[in-house]
């Protein structure tokens, strides 16, 4: 769509105010676009009473964890990344951390092997003890709190209320939902999964019927009443490690009360003339989204058409070499001193990546090498832009989707499973992808590497571009295509979200592409070229907005693969 399209289409919006479902949303003010439109409804109410970005995020993050459970989350950790309108950034780290009783053999058997058959996540194991030695130290609470604290506006009470409200009288369960708690009910084989959905007289909650949570209401009451120490103080603290104690989990009232979120200084680089703005370790998103955007700029992309079989070539020999350095570096850098950021987003380290690039052949990937086999598919990612262009990316997770499935009947959430993210068995790795690197093999207090990505672009030192996604490792790799979509193709948000996405990460040695809409000619064309190719249904879920200043718009949209999300602004 052209600038005067565009513009026709939003002023028509405006005019009669309402938000029309299209796959692209127009708003003047602000707007919140998330995987559940009753979150993005309670982030956008925030900003009318005068909230700012953060503020917004705070409610809209509290509110997921109500009516967005398999992700939303106050029982596991993400990433935020703020710019404000004059385009200085900054990013709240809340990453889960190992608990103090964790150790580097701790999933090992008597012989040091990784048990086969035996995963490190309580949603897929009958096994109570493995599934709660899967849990990582919560962050989500104390990175909400803190990003508050040194951003917010609003009272902090003000932010927790909506999310009580909807836990406490309840929403209409979706269809979404309503087809998980139908699957959990009859096979989870975990007891806090199967009632989780269901209601006071035992049924479980139907498609349009309410859904209410009375024990979550209580916890985030405490949240509201006692900000940080409500969560790592006080009977919820008590509670958790009551709950770990009696089920075989290792997190204590000490790793509860030594848990603090961390603000660090973003990952900074750039694409033409436009400024990334991304999340350091312990993500690995940042580092690896700017390595791949400036091997994509050493690419004569004029030459290669778009979508072509050059095309997605060139996006897997990109991903291939960035995730090879991802698995050798990257990890918490509390505890990994010597991360070398400078050199792996710099533009001559680039140079000489791409050289041993074959534009005819799939180069093979080493498997003595790197690596990692377990990976959550699951975590949510939200974006906001308020009235005055400040912006907030922010993705968090509880690992797999529902996390490890587990929490205690009296506290109303679900715990992560994110010790799952830690390189599991140390010094081992192996093609089919598992990895045992030193710098995220498991340590006390450590965080786990993520794949996080919630990034903001710069356009003319201000907030351009807000996006992110939730996956796994594949979340780097569908916000960088995304990206890409945005600042080389000029595409617009939601087209540049419903692009065609492929996925390599080093090991296994694989293309995953998402299965529908990439032509059986241009598969057959990289098979020839020594690739391997497996289909998904779809890859990432993006949520992402534009602020076009020229037209002083802010423009969003939410992946269709996401069938409770919306962008909503006002
Ligand atoms: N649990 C997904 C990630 O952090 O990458």
Known sequence: MNHIRILAFACLQLLIGTNVTTAQTYAR??????????ASNVGVEILK???NAIDASVATAFALAVTHPAAGNIGGGGFLVYMDSSGSATTIDFREKAPLRASSDMFLDEVGNLPEGINLYGSESTNNHIGLKSVGVPGTVAGLYLAHKKYGHLPWADLVQPSIDLAKNGFELTWSLAREAIFF?????????KDYFKKDNGAVTKFGEIWKQTELANTLSEIRDHGHDGFYGGVVAKEIARFMEENGGLITKKDLRSYSAVERKPIKGTYKDYDIYSMPPPSSGGIALVEMMNLMELANLDSIEFNSTGYFHLLAEVMRRTFAD??????????????PIDKLTSKEFAKTRFQNMDMMRASPSDSSKFGQIYDGE???HFSVVDKDGNAVSLTYTLEHSYGSGMGSPNLGFIF?????????????????GLIGTNPN??????RMLSSMTPTIIAKNGKPYLVIGSPGGRTIINTVFQTVLNVLEYNMPVDKAIEAVKIHHQWLPDHILYEK?????????NLEDMGHQLTPVTSLGSLMGIIIDPENRLIIGASDSSSSDGKAVGY
């Open 29 to 38: 003010n602000g707007m919140v676009v998330s995987s559940s439109e009753l």
């Open 49 to 51: 009473k005068g909230g």
């Open 378 to 380: 699951n975590t949510t």
């Open 185 to 193: 009910e009859s096979n989870s084989p975990i007891q806090f999964l």
């Open 416 to 432: 992560n499973n994110e010790m799952g993210d830690f390189n599991p068995k140390p010094d081992y790795t192996s093609s089919t």
């Open 516 to 524: 529908d809409v990439l032509s059986p000619d241009t598969k057959r």
């Open 441 to 446: 093999i498991i340590q006390p207090e450590k």
């Open 326 to 339: 991802r698995a050798e570096h990257l990890g918490d850098p509390d505890f990994n001193l010597s991360i």
